[in-house]
């Protein structure tokens, strides 16, 4: 629990993990051999955040979201300070699909649809 999380204040001591390190002791046993034995539940927050960026996609498409206010969403959700973590949980910059998507989202709505508005023509003088 970060100490910026809202509930720190209430929490009379700081978590030790324990019951998440006994469930995970568990489920690793009845769990079949793919299962990864490096499971963190810290996993669990990265996956719901990538999620929840896959079902915003759809607002920012639809002009609900702008570009960007969907991170900052994200962000506010988990309760995290810098913008920076958040996008760490979502490896934005490791998905060069979605970054080419968003970049050429972003230029059809900045050319109004196309590149045709910057053709240069050159003419002989």
Known sequence: MAKSDPRYTIVKSPQTGQVTETIKRKLITKASSPFPKNFSYHWLRATFAYQLYQRLQALVRDGALKPGEDIDFIQK???????????????????????VIAQEIWEEKLFNGGYALLKVVAHDE
């Not at 995290?80 to 998905?95: A, D, G, P, Q």
């Open 77 to 99: 959700r988990m309760h995290h300070e810098s913008r920076e973590t958040t996008e760490n949980y979502l490896k934005l910059f490791n998905m060069t699909h979605e970054k």
